[in-house]
């Protein structure tokens, strides 16, 4: 069975930062490619980051290009959002999920096999 587990959420004011992490059952994060998705209260989830397999690329939305990265720690199998310079409209429950390809789809929730259950990130203004 695999299982993600995603945790870290909290409350946090704007311009603070925060690190989301995602561990893993039964399957090794480096063997596939790992997404980051967010929703916010009442609308669509969406593509935060992702790590392609093998880490050869990683992919933004440009929502958050420059202030969220990406990053793993291999003999924990854990994944981190890490998340700075914070911004109200980051307000959201976070999801971690894999897939074995991605390419430039990689924002589709539908190219990902597996999912954690949401963490939930507040930030005040």
């Known amino acids: 069975d695999v299982q993600l587990q995603a945790s870290g959420g909290g409350l946090v004011q704007a311009g603070g930062s925060l690190r989301l992490s995602c561990s893993a059952s039964g399957l090794t994060f480096d063997d596939y490619a790992v997404g980051w998705f967010r929703q916010p209260p009442g609308k669509q989830r969406e593509g935060v980051l992702c790590?392609?397999?093998?880490?050869?690329?990683?992919y933004y939305a440009d929502s958050v290009k420059g202030r969220f990265t990406i990053s793993s720690d291999t003999a924990k199998n854990i994944v981190y959002l890490q998340m700075n310079n914070l911004k109200p409209e980051d307000t959201a429950a976070y999801y971690c999920?894999?897939?074995?390809?991605?390419?430039?789809?990689?924002?589709?929730?539908?190219?990902?096999?597996?999912w954690g259950q949401g963490t939930q990130v507040t930030v005040s203004s």
């Open positions: 790590k392609s397999d093998g880490g050869h690329k990683i």
């Open positions: 999920a894999v897939a074995e390809l991605v390419d430039s789809s990689w924002y589709w929730p539908d190219v990902y096999e597996y």
